[in-house]
């Protein structure tokens, strides 16, 4: 008999995907939903997490409600979208301290604040555990919008920010090690909403998503969803912090693995046209990093003067 541990989440969604027949702008299989209205798009976007199975050790009440709003932003942000604000459904058993709640809901209220968005409604209920389910909303021009389809052989590759360092954040905590920096990118992430506004009306940027199940993955998804491009990454371009760099010595981890497989964060990977890049470095400050480029006929890493493939897997709810 298939159990879903033996299935995994991405063959589950997969089959949901496929048994959609969208009538909206987007349906199922981007960051988020869009909805045509005139000549902007709503998009849409709902992210689930339960405390037991889903928030890293050492995740304080008010994390988990930053986290629960910022992963949701998060693929507001992926589609170059400004965020409108966030519906939030909570699951919470009786004996819970009030404190807790409000800890929570400081949260998502703060992230919220952050990037300039509102708790816009949700709903509370008696239920196993603590669950958090946030939807969120975001406007953006339907021609501007960013989605994970379009890339063209010869553009560049970026990320936002550096990659890796959730994951080491996640082996510090394990190790108890003091890592600040890569715990706070663990623990609340912050929505790179800016950047995704910047990359969208730039009119340079081809394909975008956020890195959330790695980049490996992230990467084999624009590639898929673009048909017949691929990528060519160089591995000494991929901005990995030196206290990342430092959790994964000391814990003894694979760096490869932490960098390319492990997801758990919330930098943008985007593909755009060589023309844009002086443009692109320019509006986005510090936050952009050239990875790769388009080209070849597989998607692969290049390290120490050779081709690594990049497998089409990251992290995978039920299997992980
Ligand atoms: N239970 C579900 N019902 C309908 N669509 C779903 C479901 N789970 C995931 N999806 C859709 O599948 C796509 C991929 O989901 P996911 O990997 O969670 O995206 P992301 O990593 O951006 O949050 C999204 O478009 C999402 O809306
Ligand atoms: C046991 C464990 N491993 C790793 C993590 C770190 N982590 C949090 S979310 C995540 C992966 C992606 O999260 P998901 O909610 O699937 O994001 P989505 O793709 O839906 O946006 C990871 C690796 C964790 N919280 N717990
Ligand atoms: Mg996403």
Same mark, same amino acid.
């Given at each position: 008999?298939?159990?879903?541990?033996?299935?995994?989440?991405?063959?589950?969604?997969?089959?949901?995907?496929?048994?959609?027949?969208?009538?909206?702008?987007?349906?199922?299989?981007?960051?988020?939903?869009?909805?045509?209205?005139?000549?902007?798009?709503?998009?849409?976007?709902?992210?689930?997490?339960?405390?037991?199975?889903?928030?890293?050790?050492?995740?304080?009440?008010?994390?988990? $409600?930053?986290?629960?709003?910022?992963?949701?932003?998060?693929?507001?942000?992926?589609?170059?979208?400004?965020?409108?604000?966030?519906?939030?459904?909570?699951?919470?058993?009786?004996?819970?301290?009030?404190?807790?709640?409000?800890?929570?809901?400081?949260?998502?209220?703060?992230?919220?604040?952050?990037?300039?968005?509102?708790?816009?409604?949700?709903?509370?209920?008696?239920?196993?555990?603590?669950?958090?389910?946030?939807?969120?909303?975001?406007?953006?021009?339907?021609?501007?919008?960013?989605?994970? $389809?379009?890339?063209?052989?010869?553009?560049?590759?970026?990320?936002?920010?550096?990659?890796?360092?959730?994951?080491?954040?996640?082996?510090?905590?394990?190790?108890?090690?003091?890592?600040?920096?890569?715990?706070?990118?663990?623990?609340?992430?912050?929505?790179?909403?800016?950047?995704?506004?910047?990359?969208?009306?730039?009119?340079?940027?081809?394909?975008?998503?956020?890195?959330?199940?790695?980049?490996?993955?992230?990467?084999?998804?624009?590639?898929?969803?673009?048909?017949?491009?691929?990528?060519?990454?160089?591995?000494?371009?991929?901005?990995?912090?030196?206290?990342?760099?430092?959790?994964?010595?000391?814990?003894?981890?694979?760096?490869?693995?932490?960098?390319?497989?492990?997801?758990?964060?919330?930098?943008?990977?985007?593909?755009?046209?060589?023309?844009?890049?002086?443009?692109?470095?320019?509006?986005?400050?510090?936050?952009?990093?050239?990875?790769?480029?388009?080209?070849?006929?597989?998607?692969?890493?290049?390290?120490?003067?050779?081709?690594?493939?990049?497998?089409?897997?990251?992290?995978?709810?039920?299997?992980?």
């Amino acid at each position: 008999m298939a159990t879903l541990g033996t299935v995994g989440e991405k063959a589950l969604v997969n089959e949901i995907v496929k048994n959609s027949h969208s009538r909206v702008a987007l349906g199922p299989g981007d960051d988020a939903a869009a909805i045509k209205i005139g000549d902007k798009c709503i998009v849409v976007s709902s992210d689930i997490m339960s405390k037991k199975t889903h928030a890293s050790e050492g995740m304080s009440y008010y994390d988990i $409600g930053w986290f629960a709003a910022a992963v949701n932003y998060s693929d507001v942000a992926a589609m170059g979208a400004a965020p409108i604000g966030i519906l939030v459904s909570l699951f919470m058993e009786r004996d819970l301290e009030v404190s807790c709640f409000r800890e929570m809901m400081r949260g998502v209220r703060e992230c919220s604040d952050a990037i300039g968005a509102e708790i816009l409604g949700g709903d509370t209920k008696e239920g196993a555990g603590i669950v958090i389910s946030g939807t969120a909303l975001g406007i953006v021009d339907e021609k501007k919008m960013l989605k994970r $389809g379009g890339a063209k052989p010869g553009d560049l590759i970026g990320v936002t920010g550096p990659i890796g360092t959730a994951a080491a954040g996640f082996f510090a905590v394990q190790s108890n090690i003091d890592a600040p920096g890569i715990k706070k990118s663990l623990f609340t992430p912050f929505p790179r909403t800016k950047e995704g506004c910047v990359l969208s009306d730039s009119g340079y940027v081809t394909a975008c998503m956020d890195v959330t199940d790695g980049l490996a993955y992230s990467i084999n998804e624009i590639s898929r969803h673009s048909g017949n491009v691929y990528f060519e990454i160089d591995w000494e371009k991929i901005p990995i912090t030196e206290e990342t760099k430092d959790v994964i010595r000391r814990t003894n981890s694979d760096e490869l693995e932490t960098v390319l497989y492990f997801g758990g964060e919330y930098e943008l990977v985007f593909t755009f046209d060589p023309l844009g890049e002086e443009y692109l470095r320019k509006a986005l400050g510090g936050n952009f990093y050239i990875i790769g480029e388009a080209k070849g006929n597989d998607n692969v890493m290049m390290k120490s003067g050779k081709p690594v493939k990049l497998e089409y897997r990251g992290w995978e709810h039920f299997k992980s």
